[in-house]
């Protein structure tokens, strides 16, 4: 075996027929037992990266220059039928979503068997039997003829996952690239997940590539990381290094907006955007939202500066970063207010159909205040949100707006109640009609809770300055606004109603930390301009400690903790939550 | 327009999170203009509006042109082509060419409006259908359903023969007899939409139904709504003129190519003229929008990919 199992030289990937780039400069080397992070946000061209380690070009794409060898071996010398030995043999791939990469028609006993035929080469029935149940054992899945008759959908999502490592580990590859594995998963058994992966490239010495936005599990898995920015890895190093020192501004940004479980900084995002393929620079592709930018950044794209051994950056200003990115954090908001009642949750279960999902919650939001409810998912949080905003109505108890009972379903409620409580939506993509212009979908929010009123592009121009847009933006339709852009659209719209309460769901989940951070920022602050009740909900311990004043823990449909945000993440009480605070990864952890 | 468009997306960064597509994605301002204008690109589309186009300027336009009145007689029954009748004479010994000429106005005008008929109750049904997710879902599609029973042209014959040969008559039944199947496809495409999540905002705010249907599911169903409009023309063509020819339409001496079809098509081996000039017009014009139709489809799904998530 070569001392390296990956490596990856000035790899160049363009699309077809355009003279455009989509990742560039690409090098890059792991070692057997080594788990190398390759950490960016959406578009930066990561995915890109693992699916070149497969042999793999998106369609659309191909391979412009550079050179991916895999043990040694160049994959751009191999025919087709070489290509398909090494997917899944040599190099093995876990995806994103396990729910749609198992297929839902076969039971687990074929779909294991599957990989095993193709790859295991001569071995008999016996020991493909025997390497496949001991392949479930190393994911700790059990491995006894019930649950190899098992379907796909009979699985946890967690489950699913391990599945699916199992799968990827069975044939005893040596590489393994894994796609963001764990982000549909929740902290316990995305804490799991990491572990089995872990232990196993170590155990089999396997050389893993871990594509991830998520600094916080990478911080907790890799051994070194690569950061990436618009198609082009601009720093790299071991983690400590990168996660204690880093030198590129962009990293240095990214890991402020990373919200944490420790710190009580606010999290800060980026402004700007990721320059598109084609649309970038001749220069740094950072240079644009770079606060240390100057003319030599505008001449050419740096080259790598190496700072200790391993330890790279593309950056001319890297050796000035540590010492002065300058961002003002701001401070955490806590106006002391007379508890003034808002939104009371009094005794309320709810079911779907015969199945009850919540059980006596009972809960206040304060004026002025921003209550968290966190929770795993299946832990009811969205039912109770749902029950808030009059979209589910399938309850029993009360919620009362003030000292008013509200009646279950939205529309019969008043104009009033429906007016003081807004909701916004988890997913940005879908909350907003595709089909009219961010202008009418406010306009039309506007008239119906302030008909008649004139001026109507005037305030719509001003509903969306709120939110930080520009007036402009009113006559873009969704589909040409980024996610963080129509996730302001969807709170302008909110906004726009004058509400007292505002039910966020989950409301960053689907965005970019950079934009994450950028989103809770606008939110603190409109919390002090419009003296807004936020009902926060949130499946991620770290934010909420940027901006609750309190947080409610659900699981199981209850409430088993309630109390000051600092009091429960650093004291907390309820055995449910220490679980989950000790399974919620972090970027303090390193160093 | 394009420009100012290509002009707000830089200024908005809407470039940030989306992968390139290769090619570049068209941003749509009206999805239903932009599938039209990438429908007409295609030549089957071209084909089918040059023949629709022509259909409509003979039936609009002929009978200005025509030199004879449709119910004179000039010539010998069922004589061949002549001067004076250049695609001679039908069974009554009227000028075939100056008929084929009157006669297809009818046809064009009650297919249009037996579509209209038929794809706005349609449309209105099925959206309201899936909208409502409700015993109203049921009762709607199972009435749909029963209608769908009976082939199309049966339920117009049997509306024609208890209450007599009224052209609203026909352009009602046909309409009617469309509206199931509409429904369905309607239904079907609105399901979807029903589920995401901008329908449910609009319900959080109190929106009224009928503003929820009309205003959010409706624009979001345009490229199926299209491609129904086409084909029910299609189909209205046809059972139009099938309508006429078993003589339930218009009534004789009246000029019908339907009614022409019928009229000479025992002297078909005579004088084919009279029976092949609406049978070819008819023909062509089914050929022709269903082609249009087929385009629409076509451009449709291109842009349904590429931008309306």
Redesign the interface.
């Known amino acids: 075996m070569s001392a390296t199992a990956v490596e990856v030289h000035d790899l160049r990937i363009e699309?077809?027929?355009?003279d455009?780039d989509?990742v560039d400069e690409i090098s890059l080397e792991i070692r057997p037992g080594e788990v190398l992070g390759l950490v960016g946000e959406?578009?930066s061209g990561k995915t890109t990266v693992g699916m070149a380690l497969l042999g793999h070009v998106r369609?659309?794409?191909r391979v412009g220059g550079g050179a991916v060898m895999i043990d040694g071996n160049d994959l751009a010398h191999l025919d087709n039928a070489g290509l398909r030995k090494l997917r899944g043999g040599t190099v093995a791939y876990i995806p994103q979503d396990p729910g749609t990469s198992l297929n839902p028609a076969l039971r687990l006993r074929v779909q294991l068997r599957e990989m095993l035929d193709a790859h295991a080469g001569t071995t008999t029935e016996a020991e493909r039997d025997a390497r496949l149940r001991q392949s479930l054992e190393e994911v700790a899945l059990p491995s006894d003829d019930t649950f190899l008759a098992r379907y796909p959908h009979q699985l946890s999502g967690g489950q699913q996952q391990r599945v699916a490592i199992a799968m990827a580990f069975a044939c005893r590859p040596n590489v393994i690239v894994c796609d963001e594995p764990t982000t549909g998963l929740d902290v316990t058994t995305q804490a799991r997940v990491l572990q089995t992966v872990r232990g196993l490239c170590q155990s089999h010495q396997v050389a893993a590539l871990y594509v991830s936005h998520d600094l916080a599990v990478v911080a907790e898995l890799a051994d070194r990381v690569a950061v990436m920015y618009a198609g082009r890895i601009v720093e790299a190093g071991t983690r400590d290094q990168l996660f204690g020192a880093a030198r590129h501004p962009y990293t240095r940004r990214l890991l402020r907006a990373v919200p944490d479980l420790e710190g009580k900084r606010a999290v800060v995002g980026i402004p700007?955007?990721?320059?598109?393929?084609?649309?970038r620079p001749e220069w740094c592709f950072f240079e644009p939202r770079c606060p240390l930018a100057t003319d030599v950044c505008r001449s050419a794209f740096p080259p790598a500066f190496e700072f200790e051994p391993g330890h790279r950056a593309r950056c001319y200003h890297a050796d000035q970063a540590p010492r002065e990115v300058p961002v003002e954090g701001a401070t955490a908001v806590s106006v002391a207010h007379e508890p003034e009642l808002a939104l009371a949750i009094r005794g309320l279960d709810a079911h779907y159909g015969s199945r009850a999902t919540l059980f006596g919650i009972d809960l206040d939001v304060h004026r002025h205040e921003c209550l968290a409810l966190v929770g795993e998912s299946g832990s009811g949080k969205t039912t109770l949100a749902r029950c808030v905003?009059?979209?589910h109505k399938d309850y029993t108890g009360a919620v009362m707006l003030r000292d008013e009972v509200l009646p279950p379903a939205?529309?019969s409620?008043s104009?009033a109640a429906?007016?003081q409580i807004?909701?916004v939506?988890?997913?940005p993509?879908?909350?907003?009609?595709?089909?009219?212009t961010v202008g009418q979908t406010i306009a039309r929010?506007l008239e119906?809770?302030f008909p008649g009123r004139r001026d109507m592009g005037e305030r719509v121009g001003e509903c969306l300055e709120r939110v930080a847009?520009?007036a402009?933006?009113a006559?873009?339709?969704p589909?040409?606004?980024?996610?963080?852009?129509r996730q302001r659209v969807?709170i302008a719209?909110a906004l726009a109603?004058e509400p007292a309460v505002m039910v966020c769901d989950e409301i960053t989940s689907a965005l970019?930390v950079s934009v994450q951070a950028a989103i809770i920022d606008l939110l603190r602050e409109l919390r002090t301009s419009m003296g807004l009740s936020l009902l926060f909900i949130t499946h991620n311990l770290a934010l909420i400690r940027t901006i609750a004043d309190r947080v409610a823990v659900m699981t199981e449909g209850r409430i088993v903790e309630l109390g000051p945000t600092a009091q429960v993440l650093e004291h907390p009480s309820a055995p449910y939550t220490q679980q989950l605070l000790a399974n919620t990864p972090s970027i303090a952890a390193v160093g | 327009m394009s420009d100012q468009t290509v002009d707000t997306a830089v200024n908005l960064g809407l470039e940030a999170a989306v992968e390139p597509v290769p090619g570049g994605a068209v941003l749509q301002r009206r999805p239903w203009l932009g599938i039209l204008r990438n429908a007409l690109r295609l030549g089957r589309t071209k084909i089918g509006v040059a023949i629709v186009a022509l259909i409509i300027v003979i039936a609009v336009f002929g009978p200005l042109a025509a030199p004879h009145s449709p119910t004179e007689f000039v010539a010998v029954p069922n004589s061949g082509p002549s001067g004076d009748a250049i695609f001679g004479a039908d069974a009554l010994g009227r000028d075939v060419f100056s008929r084929f000429l009157h006669g297809g106005l009818s046809v064009l005008w009650m297919a249009a409006a037996a579509t209209l008929i038929g794809v706005g109750v349609g449309v209105g049904v099925g959206l309201v259908a899936a909208y409502s997710r409700n015993w109203l879902d049921d009762v709607l599609m199972r009435t749909s359903d029963v209608v769908l029973a009976f082939p199309q042209i049966i339920l117009a014959l049997l509306a024609v023969s208890a209450i007599g040969p009224k052209l609203w008559l026909i352009v009602l039944v046909v309409g009617v007899s469309h509206m199931p199947r509409v429904a369905r496809v309607m239904r079907g495409a609105a399901q979807e939409v029903v589920e995401r999540d901008f329908v449910k905002a609009a319900e959080a705010v109190g929106e009224k139904r009928s503003r929820i249907v009309f205003g959010e599911l409706l624009p979001n169903v345009t490229s199926p709504l299209l491609v129904e409009l086409g084909l029910r023309m299609t189909y209205s063509i046809g059972l139009v003129a099938a309508v006429s020819f078993l003589g339930f339409g218009l009534q004789p001496p009246a000029a019908d190519w339907g009614l022409m079809i019928y009229e000479n098509r025992l002297s078909i081996t005579v004088q084919t003229w009279s029976v092949l000039l609406p049978v070819l017009a008819i023909g062509l014009l089914t050929v022709g929008t269903n082609l249009i139709t087929d385009g629409i489809a076509r451009a449709a799904i291109g842009i349904d990919r590429t931008s309306a998530r």
């Open positions: 699309l077809v027929g355009r455009v989509v959406s578009g369609r659309g794409g700007g955007f990721a320059p598109l393929p084609g649309r905003a009059g979209l939205a529309r409620r104009d429906r007016q807004q909701y939506f988890q997913n993509y879908a909350s907003l009609n595709p089909r009219r929010q119906l809770f847009l520009s402009s933006a006559a873009a339709y589909d040409e606004l980024s996610g963080g852009e969807a719209r109603a970019d």
